[in-house]
Every structure is written in structure tokens, then in C-alpha cells.
């Protein structure tokens, strides 16, 4: 059982910035795809950015050119950057990691971060 924990999330101004992270209990180097997801009130949860085996990235539209996901090897952390906060931007932020031991892949997450940007 892999664990992932959050931080960073908070109570931001439209524009400002916040850098969310996330520790897992598990290298980082076991994850095929580390995560961001994240659920707005009254939404369903939807992905924010990803990395796949630790080279491509892919983004959600609203996102590109503001958001930032990378990885640490040395810290065994993975980082959401974010810029220019938007009110559409508020949620919980979720790190997600996939995971292919032997013959299984598992998929975890952690208990999620609220960021909040008001309108």
C-alpha cells in the first residue's frame, strides 16, 4: 500500500502563486504516472496535470501555460506549480501515482489539499 500526502494548498488572490507537493511512501522511480487531480464543489474530479514515465507531461486546456508538474528523484517529491491563479482554479488538489509491480498496477491517492481563490 502506497500512501501520498499533500501540502501546500491554501487561501490565494486571483493571480497569485502556490506550489503543491506531495510525498509518497514509495519511490517515485516505481510510478509509471505521477498525478494532479482536482475536484471543484458541485464537480467531478478531473485531471489537472500528469507526468508518464517520468518524461512526458500532458495538461488540461485551462491550465497549460499556468501550471507546472515535475519530480524530485532526490527528494522523492512531486510538485504542482501554480501561476496565476484563477477562482475556476479553487478545489481539492489530489497527487495521484500508478503503480506496476509484477503482474498488478494499483492506482493511489492522497487525502487531497483545498485551494481556495476567490472570485
Known amino acids: 500500500q502506497v500512501r501520498l500526502v499533500e501540502s501546500g494548498g491554501g487561501l490565494v488572490q486571483p493571480g497569485d502563486s502556490l506550489r503543491l507537493s506531495c510525498v509518497p511512501s514509495?519511490?517515485?522511480?516505481?510510478?509509471?504516472?505521477t498525478a494532479w487531480y482536482r475536484q471543484a464543489p458541485g464537480k467531478e474530479r478531473e485531471l489537472v496535470a500528469v507526468i508518464i514515465s517520468g518524461r512526458s507531461t500532458n495538461y488540461a486546456e485551462s491550465v497549460k501555460g499556468r501550471f507546472t508538474i515535475s519530480r524530485d528523484m532526490n527528494k522523492n517529491m512531486v510538485y504542482l506549480q501554480m501561476n496565476s491563479l484563477r477562482p475556476e482554479d479553487t478545489g481539492v488538489y489530489y497527487c495521484?501515482?500508478?503503480?506496476?509491480?509484477?503482474?498488478?498496477?494499483?492506482?493511489?491517492w492522497g487525502q487531497g489539499t483545498q485551494v481556495t481563490v476567490p472570485s
Open positions: 495521484a501515482a500508478d503503480q506496476c509491480l509484477g503482474a498488478g498496477c494499483n492506482d493511489y
Open positions: 514509495a519511490s517515485i522511480r516505481s510510478f509509471n504516472a
